[in-house]
């Protein structure tokens, strides 16, 4: 066992905190309060080849590790969840639907474009009458005139009202199996047929864009189709098993930030003459603080090994998203609470964390299905 980051990650880790420190910490709280897309930081991680991390060269990627995406999400969202969330949802679900579940044609055209950062993706699963229960979905995909249409719409998609190429999940509607039926589709955003409808306003990550995509007799060619027939729903599950794990190292930084501040104003505030972080109350909750950080840590880069090893990290990234966004939570209510009332103010980062850190047990897969995911890789397990 080694719990060592190697050389290469060490560099790729300051070379990260970098990036941070210079292009999105001073950007941070305007792109929470002015609710405004980071277009300017996207662009620059694209320059910085960040926005293709772990994708292979020649598909435009950066060529680097799982290891080294979970550090890139740590350290962005150690500053920005909503630049963490436009990343993961553009790398994490998007450009791995295509990476997992396309043919060699489709990754040069759609991957390359994504991985390079000259366009930026979408993952559109959820709908009306279908959240956790993905299977249910009811946008409907039928073949016409040598290629396909798709009648129907998404909601709560991130990215969705700027991203180029989107992935979605449809019905293809003569098997109408359920989730047997669910094809997965790449679809440019300028295709005929393709609107955005409303854009939510949320209560944290609010300079991600949250959109409703309405499709209408969208065509989409036949070479479009990404994997096989009926194979839809094992590419999203597939991607969403690797979002999970980027996510989980978001949540990893953005408990670190949480802990940072707590340690930094315990110092400072003096109450009963004697800064707070004498109150042994106070003490135990920094020490619960850094002692879960530690846990969750290790699983986010215990389970990255394993993407990196080639092994199955459905089980491992499910506990991992499972436990660090409990961990985020609970860090954020932490940092709330040692901070009092300057906790409270929107003047301090501290209530931006509060709110960001919410949707982490929501999206992607809420807390209770990543338990029953757990639960089902279990079974499988002792059946073997
Ligand atoms: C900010 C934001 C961004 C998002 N981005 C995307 C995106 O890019 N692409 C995309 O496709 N989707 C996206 N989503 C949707 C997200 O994945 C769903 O919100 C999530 O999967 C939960 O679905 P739901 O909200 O419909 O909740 P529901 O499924 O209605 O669940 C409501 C509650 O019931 C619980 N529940 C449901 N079923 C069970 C069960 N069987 N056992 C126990 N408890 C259960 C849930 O855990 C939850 O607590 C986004 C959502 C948000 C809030």
């Known amino acids: 066992m080694d ?20 292009e999105i910490e001073p950007e941070a709280d305007r792109i929470d309060k002015e609710e405004a897309f980071p277009s300017a930081i996207i662009k620059k991680a694209a320059e910085l080849g960040f926005m293709g991390t772990p994708f292979p060269e020649k598909y435009g990627g950066a060529g680097l590790t799982e290891t080294a995406y979970c550090l890139l999400n740590e350290e962005v969202a150690y500053s920005s969840a909503t630049v963490g969330t436009v990343i993961g949802a553009h790398i994490g679900i998007a450009s791995n639907s295509i990476f997992f579940g396309g043919n060699e044609e489709q990754k040069i055209k759609y991957l390359t474009e994504l991985a390079s950062g000259r366009k930026l993706g979408a993952f559109a699963l959820t709908e009306p009458t279908a959240g956790s229960d993905a299977a249910g979905i009811r946008t409907k995909a039928a073949r016409r005139d040598g290629g396909f249409v798709i009648n129907g719409s998404k909601i709560w998609i991130t990215n969705g009202a700027v991203a180029d190429i989107i992935v979605v999940y449809a019905d293809l509607a003569k098997s109408d199996k359920g989730r047997g039926g669910i094809t997965a589709f790449i679809v440019e955003s300028s295709f005929p047929g393709f609107s955005v409808g409303s854009i939510e306003k949320h209560m944290g990550i609010r300079g991600s864009s ?92 215990q389970c990255a090994w ?52 919410r949707v982490t047990e929501i999206y992607e897969g809420t807390s209770e299905i990543q338990k029953m995911v757990i639960a089902m890789q279990l079974e499988r397990e002792r059946r073997r």
Do not use: W
């Open 3 to 22: 719990f060592k980051l190697s050389d290469d990650n060490i560099r790729l880790q300051k070379l990260f905190r970098d990036f941070v420190k210079n």
């Open 210 to 301: 949250t959109a409703e995509l309405v499709f209408e007799d969208m065509k989409v060619p036949e070479e479009n189709m990404l994997g096989v027939e009926g194979g839809g729903f094992s590419v999203a599950m597939k991607a969403l098993d690797y979002g999970r794990l980027g996510l989980g190292a978001g949540c990893v930084g953005m408990s670190r930030r949480c802990l940072d501040m707590s340690v930094d104003f315990a110092r400072e505030r003096v109450q009963f003459g004697k800064p707070i972080l004498r109150q042994q109350a106070i003490q135990f909750k920094l020490a619960e603080m850094a002692t879960q950080i530690e846990a969750a840590r290790l699983m986010v880069y």
């Open 306 to 357: 394993m993407a990196d090893e080639g092994m199955k990290i459905t089980k491992q990234s499910a506990m991992v998203k499972l436990f660090c966004s409990q961990v985020a939570n609970r860090c954020a209510y932490e940092a709330v609470q040692i901070h009092g009332g300057m906790g409270y103010m929107t003047d301090f980062p501290v209530e931006r964390f509060y709110r960001d850190t």
